[in-house]
C-alpha cells in the first residue's frame, strides 16, 4: 500500500519510560566501595578480591564461580549501584521483581539488610553465594564437590524464562571459567580469574526448574511462529495490516522475494516488554516490530519475518530489516541490560543471520541510533538502545552460537573501528562517566580534547548522537596523533557529516562533510573489513549529494560531501527495482547512502 510509505517513515515507537531511581537516589550515605546509598550495615571485607574470598569460605561457592558469575552479570561493577530493567542489583544481579526475588532471599540467608545489598559490593558478593548455595541444595542435598557440579545451580540463578536460556547462562559462565578474564571493579581492584580447566556437568540441567512467565494477554504459547520456542503474539492480518485495514500497524509482504533482508535492526523499548506488547497490540499505534525480547530471555513474536513492520523510522530500512526490542532504556546506563537478556537476544539474531544470510557486523546488525531518517524533515531519527550497549560483547556471543565473522583481505591502514575497553565497563565507579568507559567518542575541531566539539545540538541530552560515532562502526582516517591535551586518548582525522546547521535561523537537520578529529581511547582503534570509497561529483560544483536511502529522489538528499572526501562504505545494494548501484557508508554517527556513479572505490579489505 504505498501511499501509506512516506507517513510511516517517520513513526517511531515511544513507549512510556519507566524509571525506578526515586527512593533509592535519596539514600545519600557512602558505601564501602563507593557506591551511591549507605547500607544498614557493612560486611568484614576490605576489598572485592577479599569479598570473594569471604564469600566463597562462608557458603561454599567456589570462588571461580562467583568470579565467573560477578563479570557475566555486572563486568565486576554494579552500574552506578541503581537497577537493571529486571530490578536487579549489583554484580550478582540480585533481582526483586515478578518473576523472582533473590534480593529478598539474600537478605533472609544472610542477615544483612536489603540496602546493604542493593549498594555494597561485598554485600552483594555475599548475598549471591548464599543464594548459590541455595540453588545447590534444592537440586541435590550436598554441595557439588567440584567446580563441573555448579552448572546447574548456576542455570537455576539465572531465573531464565525457559530451560534453554537457563543452560545458555551457565554455558556463558563456564565459558568465563575456561578462558579466565581480567577486570577491575568499582573499588579500583584488578580481578584476575586464572583459565580452568573444568568440563561443565550439563546432564544435571535437566533438573533444573523453570517457571515460566504467565503468558500476556493476545499471545499464546503455540508453535506457529518462525522463531522456534517463541510465544506467538502476532496480530491478526484483518484488523492491522495496512494493505487491508485502517487505522493499521504493519504491511503484509512476502520477504525475502518481495524484499531482500540483508539487516537486523536492534532497538530497546523504553520501558518493560509489557509496555512494548502493549503498544504493538494497539491497532492506532502506528507500529509494530517483528520480535520483543524480555529480561529474563523469553522471546515474544509480534509479527511475521515475511512482514514489514514499522519500526526503524525510515520506510526502506523497514522493508529489508527485521527488528527485535528489548526490555531497556537507552538514556540511564543504571537501568542496564542484563545478561540472561543478551543471551536470549543473541541466540535469536544468529538464527536470523544464518536464515537470512546475513554479515555478523554492525553494518547489517545495525542500531535504531545508526538508523537514518530518510528526510531532513523527518530527522533525527532515534538513538537507541544508546552507548550502554555492550557491541563487541553481544557480537561474541552472537559468534559462539556458530555464526562466523566477515572476512577479506588484510584491513588496510587507515580503516578502523573502535573496540573499546568501555564495551567491558559502560559505567564507571560510582555510576561516574569518562571518556574511557562511554561506548559514544566524541569528535573534536581540532587534534585535541581541548579543542572545541564539532557543531551539533545543543544542551546535554547524553543520547545526542550529532558530535559521536558508535563502537564498531567503521571509518577511514586520513591521520592520527595523541592528543595534543595530554589525556593519553588518540585523535583520528575523518571526514564526518556534521550538524552544523542547527543553530541557524530557520534552523536545518541538512548536514555537511567536514574534517573533525575523534577521540577513542589509545589502543581502542582496531582494524576492520570494507570498501573504501572516494567520492567524486557527477556535477561541476564539487559536492556530492548525500541521501538517507538509496532511492534517486530529491526528497532523499540529507546533506553533502565534498569531491576527493574519503569514507568507509562497509556494504552495498541494488536500489529497489533498478540496477541502480549504491554504498552505504558511515557518514556521521549514522548511515547515509551514496550511488556507485559519484564514487571510486579505492580498496575492499
Known amino acids: 500500500m504505498r501511499p501509506m510509505r512516506r507517513r510511516q517513515e517517520t513513526r517511531r515507537v515511544h513507549v512510556t519510560r519507566r524509571r525506578w531511581a526515586g527512593a533509592l537516589l535519596a539514600l545519600a550515605a557512602l558505601l564501602s566501595f563507593g557506591l551511591a546509598g549507605a547500607p544498614a550495615q557493612a560486611t568484614t ?15 561454599g561457592v567456589p570462588q571461580p564461580v562467583l568470579e565467573s558469575v560477578c563479570y557475566l552479570e555486572g563486568r565486576l561493577g554494579a552500574h552506578g549501584g541503581q537497577a537493571s530493567i529486571d530490578g536487579g542489583y549489583g554484580c550478582m544481579h540480585l533481582v526483586q521483581n515478578k518473576k523472582a526475588d533473590t534480593l529478598d532471599q539474600a537478605a533472609k540467608l544472610t542477615g544483612l539488610s536489603v540496602a546493604a545489598l542493593q549498594h555494597d559490593t561485598a554485600a552483594n558478593i555475599l548475598g549471591g553465594a548464599a543464594v548459590l548455595r541455595a540453588e545447590a541444595l534444592a537440586l541435590a542435598p550436598k554441595l557439588p564437590s567440584s567446580v563441573s557440579g555448579w552448572y546447574a545451580p548456576i ?57 515460566a512467565a504467565a503468558v500476556p494477554a493476545g499471545c499464546t504459547q503455540d508453535s506457529n511462529v518462525d522463531y522456534p520456542g517463541a510465544i506467538d503474539c502476532v496480530v491478526p492480518a484483518a484488523s492491522y495490516d495496512c494493505n487491508v485495514t485502517s487505522p493499521c500497524t504493519y504491511q503484509s509482504s512476502s520477504r525475502p522475494s518481495s524484499y531482500a533482508m540483508y539487516a537486523v535492526t536492534i532497538h530497546d523499548i523504553e520501558g518493560t516488554a509489557q509496555d512494548a506488547l502493549n503498544v504493538f497490540q494497539d491497532r492506532t499505534s502506528g507500529v509494530s516490530v517483528h520480535y520483543v525480547i524480555d529480561s529474563d ?53 544468529a538464527y536470523l543471520l544464518t536464515k537470512y544470510n546475513i554479515p555478523l557486523d554492525h553494518a547489517h546488525v545495525t542500531a535504531h541510533g545508526t538508523t537514518p531518517a530518510p528526510t531532513t524533515g523527518s530527522a533525527p531519527n532515534h538513538v537507541d538502545p544508546g552507548k550502554y550497549w555492550l557491541w563487541d560483547y553481544y557480537f561474541g556471543l552472537i559468534h559462539a552460537q556458530g ?16 573496540n573499546p575497553s568501555s564495551d567491558q565497563t559502560p559505567l564507571g565507579a560510582n555510576g561516574t562517566e569518562t571518556a574511557a568507559n562511554n561506548s559514544f567518542f566524541t569528535l573534536y575541531t581540532g587534534p585535541s580534547t581541548a579543542d572545541p566539539v564539532i557543531p551539533g545540538a545543543a544542551g546535554g541530552d547524553s543520547t545526542d548522537e550529532t558530535t559521536n560515532i558508535e563502537t564498531q562502526m567503521p571509518y577511514y582516517y586520513l591521520a592520527e596523533k595523541a592528543d595534543e591535551a595530554g589525556t593519553g586518548m588518540e585523535m583520528y582525522e575523518i571526514w564526518y557529516g556534521e550538524n552544523d546547521r542547527l543553530s541557524a535561523s530557520p534552523s536545518s537537520q541538512y548536514a555537511d562533510a567536514k574534517l573533525a578529529w575523534v577521540a577513542v581511547p589509545a589502543g581502542s582503534a582496531v582494524p576492520v573489513h570494507s570498501y573504501v570509497l572516494s567520492l567524486k561529483p557527477t556535477t561541476k560544483n564539487g559536492t556530492i549529494k548525500i541521501y538517507g536511502r538509496p532511492t534517486t529522489s530529491s526528497s532523499y538528499v540529507i546533506g553533502t560531501a565534498p569531491t576527493g572526501s574519503q569514507w568507509a562504505a562497509p556494504k552495498s545494494v541494488y536500489e529497489d527495482g533498478t540496477s541502480n548501484l549504491w554504498f552505504a557508508i558511515d557518514y556521521n554517527h549514522r548511515e547515509a547512502w551514496v550511488p556507485t556513479t559519484e564514487a571510486t572505490v579505492v580498496a575492499w579489505y
Open 45 to 59: 571485607a576490605s576489598g572485592v578480591n577479599a569479598a570473594f574470598a569471604q564469600a566463597a569460605q562462608k557458603y
Open 155 to 211: 542455570a537455576a540463578y539465572s531465573h531464565a524464562g525457559s530451560r534453554q536460556t537457563a543452560g545458555m547462562y551457565a554455558d556463558a559462565a563456564f565459558k568465563l571459567l575456561s578462558s579466565g578474564f581480567t577486570g577491575t571493579a568499582d573499588d579500583g581492584e584488578t580481578v584476575t580469574l586464572a583459565p580452568q580447566s573444568v568440563a561443565p556437568d550439563k546432564a544435571t540441567l535437566a533438573a533444573v526448574p523453570v517457571t
Open 403 to 418: 555464526v562466523a565473522y566477515p572476512t577479506g583481505n588484510t584491513p588496510a591502514a587507515g580503516l578502523f573501528r573502535v
Open 297 to 349: 530471555g523469553t522471546v515474544y513474536q509480534a509479527l511475521r519475518e515475511k512482514d514489514i513492520a514499522y519500526h526503524a523510522g525510515n520506510f526502506y530500512y523497514n522493508e529489508h530489516a527485521v527488528g527485535i526490542e528489548h526490555a531497556g532504556v537507552d538514556a540511564t546506563g543504571y537501568q542496564w541490560y542484563n545478561a540472561t537478556e543478551y543471551l536470549a537476544s543473541a541466540k535469536l539474531v
